[in-house]
């Protein structure tokens, strides 16, 4: 069965540093997303995209925060100078289209600002 | 902000023991989904709920749907250790691009 894939699995860097997550979203999907989960809290929506362009966006996707489909298959969160709250874990889904249809997560990247 | 309130917290039941986990809101969802997710990896989807009233079953497990769309819950019966996990609601309301609202989870314990 199709899957998202995320890398890498946990990411360890220090604060002020930029950093990449990487997803491959599953491949006839047309809509993709960022979710955190910062540990012991619930799942919180960090962003969506569709043909290229952020469809929505939460009140914690501010400036440091940008997403970026470089190529056909990669999905990339970028964060440019990580703060020690950024420290979660991060998913990445897909999903078909929007409306009322399963988004299908990955595995997630562990990120952890020193 | 659309909040979706998950209940109970914590179950911690016998094998062969039934349960409901709770899953409400005071707004109106276009569509409610129901997740497990295991300890280092993401929420893995059980089932997609979109009309008023709607009932699914897998296997043991039941997910309805409220008839006003604000609420849904999750059935098992006759659990089973392999049921242990944290079992998530998240929906997502009309206005949204697919931005899912999750509940805080229930963390299921059954004891063989």
């Known amino acids: 069965e199709p899957e998202v894939t995320q890398t890498p699995s946990h990411q360890v860097t220090q604060m002020g540093q930029e950093v990449i997550l990487r997803c491959v979203p599953i491949s006839n999907h047309l809509y993709f997303y960022w979710y955190r989960q910062i540990l012991g809290q619930k799942v919180e929506f960090l962003v969506s995209?569709?043909?290229?362009?952020?469809?929505?966006k939460s009140e914690i996707f501010d400036d440091q925060f940008s997403v970026e489909r470089p190529d056909g298959s990669n999905f990339t969160l970028k964060i440019r100078s990580t703060k020690l709250e950024d420290s979660a874990m991060y998913f990445c889904?897909?999903?078909?289209?929007?409306?009322?249809?399963?988004?299908?997560f990955g595995d997630g990247t562990r990120l952890s600002i020193l | 902000t659309q909040l979706l309130e998950q209940s109970p917290q914590f179950l911690s039941i016998q094998e062969g023991e039934n349960l409901t986990v709770y899953c409400n809101s005071s707004?109106?969802?276009?569509?409610l989904q129901w997740y497990r997710q295991e300890p280092g990896e993401g929420p893995v989807l059980l089932v997609t709920v979109v009309t008023g009233g709607e009932v699914k079953k897998l296997k043991r497990l039941t997910f309805q749907f409220g008839d006003a769309r604000k609420d849904s819950s999750l059935h098992i019966t006759a659990a089973q250790p392999g049921d242990t996990g944290l079992y998530l609601c998240?929906?997502?309301?009309?206005?949204?691009?697919?931005?899912?609202?999750f509940g805080q989870g229930t963390i299921l314990t059954v004891h063989p």
């Open positions: 998240a929906a997502s309301g009309g206005t949204s691009y697919g931005k899912l609202t």
């Open positions: 995209f569709y043909n290229n362009e952020i469809s929505e």
């Open positions: 707004s109106v969802f276009s569509s």
């Open positions: 889904a897909s999903s078909v289209t929007h409306s009322n249809q399963p988004q299908h």
